[in-house]
Structures are given as structure tokens and as C-alpha cells.
């Protein structure tokens, strides 16, 4: 008993919830985990440089849209203002103001396929139109008005006004890309896809399209053919002309009110 008593006096025992801490020399990490992490913080580097590299770009891009929007709404009020200017001087003179043949032309299917001769099948795949209510610009020529009239009892036509290309457009417009129909979302798809004719934005495509610019084939080819929607409230006859009534053939400016139930 003396002797524990003495044990006691020279060590100390370890309280009531005392722990003991090893502490355990460090392992150096794999060399693959160093070249991953050193991996992972290089790449979210240059994603960070390249969110704010692409921030920048869709500025400038909207920046230059915004501009050319502009600078194409004052060619199209300043044509409209002397388009009345020579109307009122030829009214003045008691005369009557001849104006230009339209250039462009907006085409839609509104037949399907039955008792279609190869001839006319032919021309609608010349003018892509494979599916009823398949829409396409077209320009304006002698053989042009020779292939409508041969398909005349399968379409109708006319000539459209800047809002009904503008609601196409941006409505009912798709690239092509690839070989997919892929919907028109921004202006970088536009500049991707028609970056060596420098057209940008949606204003520019609607500009070529409208004035039959120097690009329009480029332009229109490089779109996928309109699908519009079967008119609102339906269709009149179209086995019928439209001058008696009926749906096809051409409607000159009138063709605006019936892709307006369309769009």
C-alpha cells in the first residue's frame, strides 16, 4: 500500500476525458493528383479569360447590329419619302407615277402532291418547295415568272413588304449548319455562318432579302426553307384563282395580309 501510495506521488494519472493525439508525418501527394489540380485551375483560367473575351465580343457584335438597325431605317424611310415625292410630282403634272418592277418575291406552297406532272414537280424542287406551306423568297426575273407561272395552281405569291421579311425572319427563320435546321438565336450564328459576305445580324439578312442585295442567293440559300403554319381561319378555294376568289396564284402586295394569318 505504501508502495502504490508512492506510485501515485511520482506520475500523474490522465483525467476524465483526456485524449492523446499521434500526429502522423505527411504523405506527399500522388503526382497525378498535383497535375490534376494544377489541370483543373489552368482550365478555369481560361474559362474565366474566355467568358469575358466572349462578354466582350457579344458587345461589339450587339454594339455594330444596334448601328446598322439604324443606318438601314433611314435608307428605308428615305426611299419611302421620295417614292411620295415622285408620286405627288406626277399627280401635280396630271400624270401617273410608273414604278419599278418588284425584285423579290415571297412564294408558298398550298398543294400537296396529287395530279402534279413531273414538269411542275420539278420546278417546286427547284424552288424548294417539298411540303405544303413551304415558304421561299425568290428574285425576280423572266424565267423566274416562266417557273411560277408553270407551278401557278400549287402556290401563292406576291410581293412583300419590309414587316412581313422582318417576321419571317425573325419569326420563322433557321440556318443552316451542318446539314441541321438550327432556329436563328443570336447574331454570333449569323456572323459564323455568313461571315465571309459580312452580314452580321438579323438587319442584314432582312436588308438583302428586302432590296435583293448583291448576297440574297447567298443569304437565302444558306437559310432553311420557311415552314409557316396553315392560315388562321382556313383557306377560300384553293383549287381557284385568286382573281376569282379562290387561293393561288399571284396576289401582288395582298400576299402580306395572308402570310400575316401565317407567321
Same mark, same amino acid.
Given at each position: 500500500?505504501?508502495?502504490?501510495?508512492?506510485?501515485?506521488?511520482?506520475?500523474?494519472?490522465?483525467?476524465?476525458?483526456? /485524449?492523446?493525439?499521434? /500526429?502522423?508525418?505527411?504523405?506527399?501527394?500522388?503526382?497525378?493528383?498535383?497535375?490534376?489540380?494544377?489541370?483543373?485551375?489552368?482550365? @478555369?483560367?481560361?474559362?474565366?479569360?474566355?467568358?469575358?473575351?466572349?462578354?466582350?465580343?457579344?458587345?461589339?457584335?450587339? %454594339?455594330?447590329?444596334?448601328?446598322?438597325?439604324?443606318? $438601314?431605317?433611314?435608307?428605308?424611310?428615305?426611299?419611302?419619302?421620295?417614292?411620295?415625292?415622285?408620286?405627288?410630282?406626277?399627280?401635280?403634272?396630271?400624270? $401617273? $407615277?410608273?414604278?419599278?418592277?418588284?425584285?423579290?418575291?415571297?412564294?408558298?406552297?398550298?398543294?400537296?402532291?396529287?395530279?402534279?406532272?413531273?414538269?411542275?414537280?420539278?420546278?417546286?424542287?427547284?424552288?424548294?418547295?417539298?411540303?405544303?406551306?413551304?415558304?421561299?423568297?425568290?428574285?425576280?426575273?423572266?424565267?423566274?415568272?416562266?417557273?411560277?407561272?408553270?407551278?401557278?395552281?400549287?402556290?401563292? $405569291? *406576291?410581293?412583300?413588304?419590309?414587316?412581313?421579311?422582318?417576321?419571317?425572319?425573325?419569326?420563322?427563320?433557321?440556318?443552316?449548319?451542318? *446539314?441541321?435546321?438550327?432556329?436563328?438565336?443570336?447574331?454570333?450564328?449569323?456572323?459564323?455562318?455568313?461571315?465571309?459576305?459580312? &452580314?452580321?445580324?438579323?438587319?442584314?439578312?432582312?436588308?438583302?432579302?428586302? @432590296?435583293?442585295? %448583291?448576297?440574297?442567293?447567298?443569304?437565302?440559300?444558306?437559310?432553311?426553307?420557311?415552314?409557316?403554319?396553315?392560315?388562321?381561319?382556313?383557306?377560300?378555294?384553293?383549287?381557284?384563282?385568286?382573281?376569282? *376568289?379562290?387561293?393561288?396564284?399571284?396576289?401582288?402586295?395582298? &400576299?402580306?395580309?395572308?402570310?400575316?394569318?401565317?407567321?
Amino acid at each position: 500500500m505504501v508502495v502504490f501510495r508512492d506510485f501515485l506521488d511520482t506520475h500523474s494519472l490522465p483525467h476524465a476525458g483526456y /485524449t492523446e493525439v499521434f /500526429t502522423m508525418p505527411a504523405v506527399p501527394a500522388p503526382e497525378s493528383a498535383i497535375k490534376r489540380a494544377a489541370f483543373k485551375q489552368q482550365q @478555369t483560367e481560361s474559362f474565366k479569360k474566355a467568358v469575358v473575351a466572349n462578354k466582350a465580343a457579344k458587345a461589339a457584335l450587339k %454594339k455594330i447590329a444596334y448601328s446598322r438597325g439604324r443606318k $438601314y431605317s433611314r435608307e428605308y424611310r428615305g426611299a419611302e419619302k421620295k417614292l411620295v415625292t415622285l408620286r405627288r410630282q406626277a399627280t401635280s403634272h396630271g400624270n $401617273y $407615277y410608273l414604278e419599278a418592277k418588284p425584285k423579290v418575291a415571297v412564294v408558298t406552297r398550298i398543294r400537296g402532291i396529287a395530279k402534279v406532272n413531273p414538269k411542275q414537280r420539278k420546278i417546286l424542287q427547284l424552288l424548294r418547295l417539298r411540303q405544303i406551306f413551304n415558304t421561299v423568297f425568290v428574285k425576280m426575273n423572266k424565267p423566274m415568272e416562266n417557273m411560277l407561272r408553270a407551278v401557278e395552281p400549287y402556290i401563292a $405569291y *406576291g410581293y412583300p413588304s419590309l414587316a412581313t421579311v422582318r417576321a419571317m425572319v425573325y419569326k420563322r427563320g433557321y440556318l443552316k449548319i451542318n *446539314g441541321q435546321r438550327v432556329k436563328i438565336t443570336d447574331n454570333q450564328m449569323i456572323k459564323d455562318k455568313y461571315n465571309n459576305a459580312d &452580314i452580321v445580324c438579323a438587319e442584314d439578312i432582312v436588308n438583302q432579302i428586302y @432590296t435583293c442585295g %448583291k448576297h440574297f442567293r447567298t443569304v437565302t440559300h444558306g437559310m432553311w426553307t420557311f415552314k409557316l403554319a396553315p392560315p388562321a381561319g382556313g383557306m377560300r378555294q384553293k383549287r381557284r384563282h385568286f382573281v376569282e *376568289g379562290g387561293d393561288f396564284g399571284n396576289r401582288d402586295t395582298l &400576299i402580306n395580309r395572308f402570310l400575316a394569318r401565317m407567321i
